[in-house]
């Protein structure tokens, strides 16, 4: 499995803080980040997996609104982690 207990617990650290701080939008971004491009080289194999497909677009959204959300509540939050983790916009 790609997505173990150690992964998670290392980019929630590395992201949110602390190993348990699983609910900062930062973790939760960097979460999804993570499963984004996981998913992605899935679908560049398997071109009509169309139910990963339809989970890679509910996961860019779900990382869209919070982001927008962290865009609203602390603009240098959003700022450190769009960089941190190369995100586009």
């Known amino acids: ?3 173990t207990k150690e992964v998670k617990a290392e980019i ?4 949110g803080g602390s190993e348990g701080n699983t609910g900062s939008a930062e973790g939760q971004i ?3 980040t993570h499963r984004i491009n996981h998913l992605t080289g899935h679908l560049k194999k398997n071109r009509k ?7 890679l677009v509910r996961l860019v ?4 609104s919070l982001l927008d959300y962290l865009k609203k509540k602390d603009i ?3 700022r450190a982690i769009v960089k941190e983790l190369g ?3």
């Open 1 to 3: 499995m790609y997505l």
């Open 87 to 89: 995100l586009r916009k």
């Open 49 to 55: 997996d169309f139910n990963t497909e339809r989970s």
């Open 61 to 64: 959204g779900k990382r869209r």
């Open 12 to 15: 929630f650290k590395k992201h």
């Open 30 to 32: 960097a979460l999804f």
């Open 76 to 78: 240098e939050r959003y």
